[in-house]
């Protein structure tokens, strides 16, 4: 399920970034429309994560009935070391947001344009996504 | 990053005593994943009190017979 999140999180705001980044040089960036592909790849990471955190539990429950490797009531199951080690990403994955809050705060107080301020917490919060999966990918493989 | 519980345990030793006890098995007798028992048995993982006195009441042994501390050789 980490995989899930922290995979859709990158494809999505790499593909957000090169459409943005792309309409950069042709527009000045007071007229780049930049919201609704925003609330677009916002709506796709909730869903895209809901999809293939479902489609990960078939395909592993599957996977794992066939190998007998474990059995499908094994892998949905949630122990004290799944929430520990989620805590845990999810601490580091709140102080980097908190950064990048301060960033986008800077970017507040100096005027900067909306554009850069909206895409400046979108970027913080997927920069946090991805150092939480990380973490907890870490946590798992080298235990903690 | 890799900080070893100082912990050992004997869980390995203990399942094979218990008629070669999977680890599949033990994970569900203690309501935990597979991965977290194999985490627990390798060291990468030092589990709650409660888990581990779950684990002990598996095998029928005090708490100290599955998991030591040892003595630091200074």
């Known amino acids: 399920m980490t995989w899930v999140s922290a995979v859709v999180s990158a494809i999505v705001a790499a593909v957000y970034f090169s459409v943005i980044l792309g309409r950069l040089g042709d527009v000045p960036v ?3 429309a930049y919201q609704r592909p925003l609330l677009i790849a916002i709506g796709a990471v909730i869903v895209l994560t809901i999809v293939g955190s479902i489609a990960m539990g078939i395909g592993t429950g599957i996977s794992a009935e066939i190998t007998g490797n474990g059995s499908a009531e094994d892998i949905g199951r949630k122990d004290e070391r799944d929430v520990r080690i989620g805590r845990r990403g999810e601490l580091v994955g709140y102080y980097v947001a908190s950064i990048g809050m301060l960033g986008a705060f800077a970017l507040t107080l100096l005027e900067y344009d909306y554009f850069w301020i ?3 917490l979108y970027l913080s919060f997927v920069v946090a996504a991805l150092v939480s999966s990380a973490v907890k990918l870490v946590a798992y493989r080298r235990g903690f | 990053m890799v900080r070893p ?15 070669e006890m999977t680890q599949a098995e033990l994970a569900d007798r203690i309501g935990v994943t597979r991965q977290t028992v194999i985490a627990v048995e390798q060291g990468r993982y030092s ?4 888990m581990a006195f779950l684990i002990a009441r598996v095998f029928g042994v005090p708490l100290d017979e599955v998991f030591q501390y ?5």
Not at chain 2, 10 to 15: D, E, G, Y
Not at chain 2, 70 to 74: K, L
């Open chain 1, 30 to 32: 007071t007229e780049i």
């Open chain 1, 118 to 120: 909206a895409n400046a």
């Open chain 2, 5 to 19: 519980t100082k912990v050992t345990n004997r869980i390995r030793a203990l399942r094979f005593a218990a008629d």
């Open chain 2, 47 to 50: 589990p709650s009190r409660q």
């Open chain 2, 70 to 74: 040892p003595e630091e050789a200074s």
